[in-house]
T-cell receptor, first 114, second 114 residues
Framework: KAGVTQTPRYLIKTRGQQVTLSCSPI?????VSWYQQTPGQGLQFLFE???????NKGNFPGRFSGRQFSNSRSEMNVSTLELGDSALYLC?????????????FGPGTRLTVT | QQQVKQSPQSLIVQKGGISIINCAYE??????FPWYQQFPGKGPALLIA?????SEKKEGRFTISFNKSAKQFSLHIMDSQPGDSATYFC?????????????FGRGTQLTVWP
């Protein structure tokens, strides 16, 4: 089975711009979660989607949004980029219960905001 | 507030030695405790996980020890190898209202000297 894929792998944007990141989960997985990883804050949960519905959201401003499509692929969007948004954005997928605890991560998208 | 506290921040071990990383949590609702391994430029990879109904789980050279009363769990890497040099993250999650959300420790950078 192919793993979680994320595109693009690297991105450089300017402050004030917006960005869209894409995630394709493992085949058959319907839950997709997004995390932000920075040296200062570590791994922080952004949101989780299941069957096109956002089930859970972390403590991030409204500039961070996401969606999930009927094929379980997910996108996250960050509007009005700030320097502090520079991070590795990770997507993780998991199957339905009873194995839904296991989350498998993609390689991430490295976003640099200048 | 850091829900999962991890120590040490960095660890240097000689080849063949035992690496021990510790984590502590406060929320007794946590019921799933995974460990992830992350190499530079890669996403975290699920290594091993445990539920609170068992005190120990072993997979190859990796063992999780779980102490429910102390609200602590640890990762032991036996016969540590240079290829084990990576950053290790402990995490915890709760079934129910926080579906899909993992709370991560801040990570331990392990270096195994040949």
């Amino acid at each position: 089975k192919a793993g979680v894929t994320q595109t693009p792998r690297y991105l450089i944007k300017t402050r004030g711009q917006q960005v869209t990141l894409s995630c394709s989960p493992i085949s058959g997985h319907r839950s997709v979660s997004w995390y932000q990883q920075t040296p200062g804050q570590g791994l922080q949960f952004l949101f989780e989607y299941f069957s096109e519905t956002q089930r859970n959201k972390g403590n991030f401003p409204g500039r961070f949004s996401g969606r999930q499509f009927s094929n379980s692929r997910s996108e996250m969007n960050v509007s009005t980029l700030e320097l502090g948004d520079s991070a590795l954005y990770l997507c993780a997928s998991s199957a339905e219960r009873p194995s839904s605890y296991e989350q498998y991560f993609g390689p991430g998208t490295r976003l640099t905001v200048t | 507030q850091q829900q999962v506290k991890q120590s040490p921040q960095s660890l240097i071990v000689q080849k063949g030695g035992i690496s021990i990383i510790n984590c502590a949590y406060e929320n007794t609702a946590f019921d799933y405790f995974p460990w992830y391994q992350q190499f530079p430029g890669k996403g975290p990879a699920l290594l091993i996980a445990i539920r609170p109904d068992v005190s120990e789980k072993k997979e190859g050279r990796f063992t999780i020890s779980f102490n429910k009363s102390a609200k602590q769990f640890s990762l032991h890497i036996m016969d540590s190898q240079p290829g084990d040099s990576a950053t290790y993250f402990c995490a915890a999650s709760i079934d129910g209202s926080t579906l899909g959300r993992l709370y991560f420790g801040r990570g331990t950078q392990l270096t195994v000297w040949p």
